[in-house]
């Protein structure tokens, strides 16, 4: 039994005992529960969840795994962006840290709060002469699930906060990635095939729709339009919805480009090309 749920059951029985008999004696409860809460949710979050986002950085920089989505970028060119990516990186470190730091506030304010509202609950007149009774032996378990239930959602919380952190770096990477390299267009792609995968009903309807990046150097050369998706700007971007785990691909030549997205001047462009 670990020390918060020993602290838990010990309030419990206490009042249990005395039911609420005075306001001093509730905080003096409130201030040991969140010390023990405090002391047994005080574990690395923040190293588990920056461990991840590094592992992740370098996976898709250091190793090139980025690529992959990026055809036609070279690894010298991945090489050259690595001290703005790296800025990302930092950025989801902190944004990780605050993030843990406001859950895991509200999971023990929660868990006090319940304590306080169960506690308060209590008539004294129905425990004079202290000793549990049988009934009320076997609340205490009850009272505790319940009590503590907030408290240890500080690890399930952390482990989420780390999961979208890590989409959130690899789709901002991407965008970084696209941005300085004039890519063309976007395919969309969703996991919504993936067995158990939660997806959002209007991301499956994006998965291979290819979106049109707004201002790219073939629009305004006049070889591409916007196709029926329209442009990737006028949607919400991959992994930017909690939990989103989408990507897309990314496309830098008219070559890679539909054919219903080429204006007649792009599609004589590409045949000039070809008898080049």
Known sequence: MSQFTRTVREAVKFFLRNGYTSSQELERW?????????????????????????????????????????????????????PNLRSELDRRILASADLIKLNRTAAINKTVQRFSGWATSIPVQDYVGGGLSPSSRSGVNYNCDHIQKSAEQVDYEARRVMIDQNHKLIANIDNLIATNNN???????????????????DHKERDKLVYLIRGNWAKKNGYVKP??????????????????????????????????????????????????
């Not at 969140?34 to 898709?60: C, F, I």
């Not at 890519?183 to 009903?201: L, P, T």
């Not at 496309?251 to 590409?270: A, E, H, V």
């Open 30 to 82: 409130q201030s040991i529960i969140r010390q023990a809460a405090e002391s047994e949710t005080d574990e690395d979050y923040m190293g588990m969840v920056s461990n991840k986002l590094r592992q992740t950085y370098d996976l898709q920089v250091s190793k090139a795994g980025a690529l992959e989505r990026h055809n036609g970028i070279s690894r010298f060119t991945l090489n050259y962006m690595e």
């Open 183 to 201: 890519a063309i267009a976007a395919e969309w792609h969703s996991h919504w095939r993936q067995a158990g995968y939660d997806y959002r009903e």
């Open 227 to 276: 196709g029926p998706a329209g442009y990737l700007d006028e949607i919400t971007q991959p992994g930017e919805e909690v939990f989103c785990r989408c990507y897309v691909t990314y496309l830098y030549n008219l070559r890679s480009i539909p054919d219903y997205m080429l204006t007649q001047k792009g599609s004589k462009f590409l045949e000039s090309m070809k008898k080049t």
